[in-house]
């Protein structure tokens, strides 16, 4: 037998939900950073745009190339700042020839900054592009003295 206070279960349940309804808030959206990045801003600040000669590739299928320079400068003050722009980028072979292994955008940059150094009605700026796979084949005879400082010795 039930205790005599006790109101039914049923009886309670009906009458709570039927005179105080019950409304459960939505909780508020996630809060927005102010200082986050905008959605796929990764993907577009480093795309992966191939320059015009690394479309246009090589029939060796290599990207990195050997390309020797070869300068004819007429006035000695650009001489010597196409001589430096030369060693920044490759070794010197002759006086006026260097050789340079670059992949074909940075070969790109080097070109064009070589371009805006020589005054193109006197001064001449040859490059030759071989591929690495190719360059094993190139054969030299005699002595020669590389300007590039050693990196490290292997024994």
Known sequence: MPHRYATPLSRLRASAFDAYPVTIPKPP?????????????????????????????HRCGTRQMLTLIAYDITEPKRLHKVAVLCE???MRIQYS?????????RFDIFWN????????????????????????????????H?????VAYVF
């Open 146 to 150: 590389h300007s590039e400082k050693a």
């Open 113 to 144: 900054r070589l371009n805006d150094l020589i005054d193109p009605t006197s001064d001449r700026v040859t490059a030759y592009t071989i591929c690495l796979a190719c360059a094993r084949n190139i054969r030299d005879a005699g002595i020669q």
């Open 97 to 105: 020839v260097f050789e340079c292994r670059l992949e074909a955008d």
């Open 29 to 57: 959206p996630p809060a927005q950073n102010p200082f986050a990045p905008p959605e796929g801003w990764w993907e577009n600040a480093f795309r992966l745009v191939l320059s015009p000669s690394e479309a246009s590739g």
């Open 88 to 90: 920044d980028f490759g």
